[in-house]
């Protein structure tokens, strides 16, 4: 069974289309990275899969059940930590946590272990109006932890916190996955998901751009190159026999630079290319992509890409970082 | 029984927020001033009846709902704009339970003011020169609450289905004014408008002129508290009546959330 099984999902609002013709699965024991820049759509995607935001069109299925049909109940088995939620300031964290016991109906649960797991010990009895946005997120994962959930679904769940948090955050995730649990969750930043994902779809403008192991993902980083040619003069058609190779996944002109993206093997076919175009090539430099500027090359419109103009005007890492932090 | 679960959180929140105890407060202050403004003349004694009815209900039958308004308004929107409510559902609750628990709990939190605000002068003004008809007391006293609850479950029931906090507080304030000063106007001008019916209506228009009148709950509440101070509470000639009149306070305290919810449950948070 899968825990997670989104099948051509569209969600609309009003003209915008936030998630496009989605096919996920999540497999069960699973730990998946959603990843994308911010406003790609992955909060739509995870509000879907608690029916706090239902589809337009697909089908969402959680833990084997249609979300739309299966009610409150299948929540039992999850535990969530919600983007832009907020706490009940007048309520203590402790009062969150029995809280969450009481609802999951889980009496054998201790508040005071799962306060500990998360670090709010000492700030357990006071009133979590007063939190950090750090301590927020980890009152809110606390909640989630309760009753040992099949699943957990974890909205950019880093957000708020200081690199030791977002340590600790990693450390309760893959010691969740050992007890069995799936988890999915969303984040901006490759480098919070690369060290304990199993697996990682990236979105981008409502679809899902790439899928694959972080292992798989790191040998297209090694096996891409980026090669800039500073050239006599070249023009934008020129290139079209270099983009037609094998291997080549870009290029573009700017004045007398060329940038193709390509397989490192392909070089020397993309250089005879050019020459054969009748372009005199005066220097050339290689440059090896790493998993962060594979990771941008999905998202983000300053890349080499054949498809930049589809995703200009996405959200760039610098002011990904500071919305996240509001 | 998940909306007990949230009907409790509710309550508590409530219990640690300062209006529950600036209400009970206000409750006291109203009686007591009420006590001292209509207190006998010396060695003559006054029932607690009449002081109830003269100062109760005006400005019990004005305030109660207005401030069952103010204090439910907010509880399911203001959840929902500021995010709390992603946590609440975030746990296995559904929207009933939501919009129900939000109903109990802040009907236990503001009865709870109504009856110590109401019970607790009445110890002192035993002692005074008032002579407790201690079955009546209790009987208003709970009469008050049920009517603050009915106005607590419009209110939640209303704040289910408003798009935004603003329209929530917009239609509050023009809920309370149908409800308090207009109703009375305008039912009077459909019952002018409807004196004739035509033949195939199956109700006279005195049965319309009933409907219209218990049908708003602070009528239907005004008109129970006379019957209690009358000691004929369905008792008396009219017990079946004041019996509707209960019963259709009772559909006020389903129905309104239950309407609330049926759009809440279409909306995307």
Same mark, same amino acid.
Not at chain 2, 161 to 173: C, D, E, K, Y
């Given at each position: ?172 995730? *893959? ?31 409502? *679809? ?78 290689? *440059? ?39 | ?144 609450? $049920? ?66 009148? $218990? ?55």
């Amino acid at each position: 069974m899968s825990a997670i099984q989104l099948s051509s999902v569209t969600k609309r609002f009003g003209d915008v289309v936030a998630v496009r013709e989605l096919d996920l699965t999540v497999e069960s024991g699973e730990i998946y990275g959603f990843l994308g820049p911010n406003g790609a759509g992955k909060s739509t995607t995870i509000n879907m899969l608690l029916d706090f935001v239902r589809p337009t069109d697909g089908t969402v299925e959680v833990l084997g059940e249609s979300v739309e049909t299966a009610g409150a109940g299948l929540r039992e088995r999850i535990g969530v930590l919600p983007e832009g939620f907020d706490v009940y300031s007048r309520l203590s964290g402790r009062k969150h946590i029995e809280f969450a016991i009481e609802s999951k109906a889980v009496d054998d649960d201790d508040p005071d272990e799962i306060l500990d797991r998360v670090g709010l010990t000492e700030a357990a009895d006071r009133n979590a109006g007063g939190y950090s946005k750090g301590m927020r997120q980890r009152l809110a994962l606390g909640m989630a932890l309760v009753g040992e959930p099949e699943l957990l679904i974890l909205d950019e769940p880093s957000s708020g916190l200081d690199p030791n948090g977002a340590k600790e955050m990693r450390d309760i995730v *893959e010691a969740e996955a050992n007890r069995g649990a799936t988890v999915f969750f969303s984040s901006h930043v490759l480098g919070q998901v690369e060290a304990v994902c199993d697996r990682v779809g990236i979105l981008n403008d409502g *679809e899902l751009v790439t899928e694959d192991s972080i292992e798989g993902l790191r040998a297209a980083s090694d096996s891409e190159a980026t090669l800039i040619l500073t050239v006599d003069d070249a023009t934008d058609d020129d290139l079209d026999g270099v983009r037609a190779l094998d291997g080549v996944s870009g290029a573009a002109v700017d004045g007398t630079t060329v940038t193709v993206a390509c397989e490192s093997d392909a070089k020397t076919e993309v250089i005879s290319t050019l020459s054969g175009a009748g372009i005199e090539i005066q220097d050339i430099e290689t *440059e090896s992509t790493s998993l962060e500027e594979l990771f941008l090359s999905y998202t983000d419109a300053e890349t080499v890409d054949e498809t930049q103009n589809d995703t200009a005007g996405s959200t760039q890492p610098e002011t990904a970082d500071m919305e996240a932090g509001q | 029984m998940s909306w007990l679960v949230v009907a409790r959180k509710d309550f508590e929140d409530s219990i640690r927020s300062r209006w529950l105890i600036g209400l009970t407060a206000f409750f006291v202050f109203v009686i007591s001033a009420a006590a001292y403004i209509l207190r006998p003349q010396e060695g003559a004694e006054i029932s607690t009846n009449f002081l109830l009815e003269t100062a109760g209900n005006f400005v019990v039958g004005t305030l109660v709902p207005l401030i069952a308004l103010v204090v439910a308004y907010n509880a399911v929107i203001g959840e929902r704009e500021s995010g709390s409510l992603k946590l609440l559902l975030s746990l296995p609750h559904s929207r009933a339970d939501v919009v129900f628990g939000k109903v109990a709990g802040r009907s236990a939190a503001l009865s709870t003011a109504i009856i110590v605000g109401f019970v607790l002068p009445a110890i002192i003004l035993a002692v005074g020169p008032f002579t407790l008809d201690i079955g009546a007391y209790l009987g208003y006293t709970l009469l008050v609450a $049920l009517l603050a609850s009915v106005y607590v479950a419009i209110a939640v029931g209303w704040s289910a289905a408003a798009p935004s906090q603003r329209i929530a507080l917009g239609g509050a304030i023009g809920l309370y004014f149908l409800f308090v000063p207009f109703w009375e106007s305008i039912s009077f001008r459909v019952q002018l408008a409807i004196q004739e019916l035509p033949e195939w209506v199956p109700l006279s228009s005195e049965t319309v002129g009933t409907a219209l009148f $218990l049908g708003n709950p602070s009528s239907a509440y005004s008109w129970l508290t006379s019957a209690v101070f009358a000691g004929e509470f369905i008792t008396g000639e009219a017990a079946r009546l004041q019996l509707s009149a209960v019963l259709l306070l009772l559909f006020w305290l389903l129905a309104a959330p239950l309407a609330g919810l049926l759009l809440f449950e279409r909306r995307d948070l």
